[in-house]
């Protein structure tokens, strides 16, 4: 596979997988063209994925790539070191969290949710102010950040980068959301433990005692109707949906973690929330992905809080 090909791969199955449905995702409002340079292009449809920088061609050949939740200049300058030891060429770094440009375009996955709780059947479409508030103060934020850091130190290193965010994130959220669906837990700890029978779950309840939590409701209340939109949608949502979630009839938010603003909100109104840990969810979908890359070619050298699990079939 080339640079271009996995992150065409990337966005594809990060359409396919998007809770919104693929009519939608290919009708929101942000786009860029990526060209391959040899007369192949496609459309990005997701603003916290794709390049961060290159020292290469989109064409080059990617032998062995390097994959982690967070790469920053500490982990490439460490990586490079280890391949120059081991004698083990490192084609591309692949980073979950966006870096470099990408970070500071994403504010513009937050109208993403919308949609995403559309599909679980909440309409917050009058709340749309609230989220064009929320989009007003991030990009304040981005006034202040260093957004070409660690395009600054490509620029030296001579190696390239890329960042795959909502894709991977919409690839793990339909996975576990589907799991869930198929076991049909009963209770708030009828679901951690079915949670925990997924493996990179497991894997960091076992090392670090991060395991799925509830952190608002009983362990014995009835699961009831959940939604998976606080897997996805690039950052969290303004609080005032959390209200329409509980009046519209949900009884559970499954999500990855959440604002202790957030979490307040929902304990007041007496909304359930099963947090399933950050890490070890990002993890889900980049090991999907992986299992693609690698049928492919491409090793996985994986980094930085990301659990390498192999499935051969998903």
Same mark, same amino acid.
């Given at each position: 596979?080339?640079?271009?090909?996995?992150?065409?791969?990337?966005?594809?199955?990060?359409?396919?997988?998007?809770?919104?449905?693929?009519?939608?995702?290919?009708?929101?409002?942000?786009?860029?063209?990526?060209?391959?340079?040899?007369?192949?292009?496609?459309?990005?449809?997701?603003?916290?994925?794709?390049?961060?920088?290159?020292?290469?061609?989109?064409?080059?050949?990617?032998?062995?790539?390097?994959?982690?939740?967070?790469?920053?200049?500490?982990?490439?300058?460490?990586?490079?070191?280890?391949?120059?030891?081991?004698?083990?060429?490192?084609? *591309? +770094?692949?980073?979950?969290?966006?870096?470099?440009?990408?970070?500071?375009?994403?504010?513009?996955?937050?109208?993403?949710?919308?949609?995403?709780?559309?599909?679980?059947?909440?309409?917050?479409?009058?709340?749309?102010?609230? +989220?064009?508030?929320?989009?007003?103060?991030?990009? *304040?934020?981005?006034?202040?950040?260093?957004?070409?850091?660690?395009?600054?130190?490509?620029?030296? *290193?001579?190696?390239?980068?890329?960042?795959?965010?909502?894709?991977?994130?919409?690839?793990?959220?339909? +996975?576990?959301?589907?799991?869930?669906?198929?076991?049909? /837990?009963?209770?708030?700890?009828?679901?951690?433990?079915? !949670?925990?029978? $997924?493996?990179?779950?497991?894997?960091?309840?076992?090392?670090?005692?991060?395991?799925?939590?509830?952190?608002?409701?009983?362990?014995?209340? /009835?699961?009831?109707?959940?939604?998976?939109?606080?897997?996805?949608?690039? $950052?969290?949502? /303004?609080?005032?949906?959390?209200?329409?979630?509980?009046?519209?009839?949900?009884?559970?938010?499954?999500? !990855?973690?959440?604002?202790?603003?957030?979490?307040?909100?929902?304990?007041?109104?007496?909304?359930?929330?099963?947090?399933?840990?950050? !890490?070890?969810?990002?993890?889900?979908?980049?090991?999907?992905?992986?299992?693609? +890359?690698?049928?492919?070619?491409?090793?996985?050298? /994986?980094?930085?809080?990301?659990?390498?699990?192999?499935?051969?079939?998903?």
């Amino acid at each position: 596979m080339t640079i271009y090909d996995i992150l065409k791969e990337s966005v594809r199955e990060g359409i396919k997988n998007d809770f919104r449905g693929e009519q939608k995702t290919r009708n929101s409002i942000w786009k860029e063209i990526i060209d391959s340079g040899d007369g192949r292009s496609f459309e990005n449809r997701y603003p916290d994925t794709g390049i961060v920088a290159l020292s290469s061609t989109l064409t080059k050949q990617v032998r062995r790539a390097v994959v982690g939740i967070d790469i920053g200049t500490a982990e490439i300058l460490a990586m490079l070191q280890w391949s120059q030891k081991e004698g083990k060429e490192i084609d *591309l +770094f692949i980073g979950h969290h966006p870096e470099g440009r990408l970070n500071g375009l994403m504010h513009l996955t937050l109208h993403s949710h919308i949609e995403n709780l559309l599909a679980f059947g909440v309409d917050v479409r009058h709340l749309e102010d609230k +989220f064009d508030n929320l989009i007003e103060d991030l990009k *304040l934020d981005i006034l202040s950040s260093n957004i070409t850091q660690i395009h600054d130190s490509i620029h030296y *290193l001579d190696t390239n980068y890329i960042s795959i965010h909502s894709p991977a994130d919409n690839i793990g959220a339909r +996975f576990v959301y589907e799991y869930v669906q198929k076991k049909q /837990p009963e209770t708030l700890q009828n679901t951690i433990d079915t !949670m925990l029978e $997924i493996e990179e779950y497991a894997h960091y309840e076992g090392i670090n005692i991060i395991s799925p939590t509830i952190i608002s409701g009983e362990p014995d209340a /009835p699961l009831g109707k959940y939604t998976f939109t606080d897997f996805v949608g690039g $950052i969290e949502g /303004p609080v005032e949906v959390y209200p329409e979630m509980k009046k519209q009839g949900i009884d559970t938010v499954i999500c !990855m973690h959440l604002t202790e603003k957030a979490i307040d909100r929902c304990r007041d109104i007496g909304l359930q929330v099963i947090s399933t840990g950050h !890490m070890s969810s990002d993890s889900i979908g980049l090991n999907l992905l992986c299992d693609t +890359f690698e049928r492919e070619g491409v090793e996985i050298v /994986p980094v930085s809080g990301f659990v390498r699990v192999q499935r051969k079939t998903h």
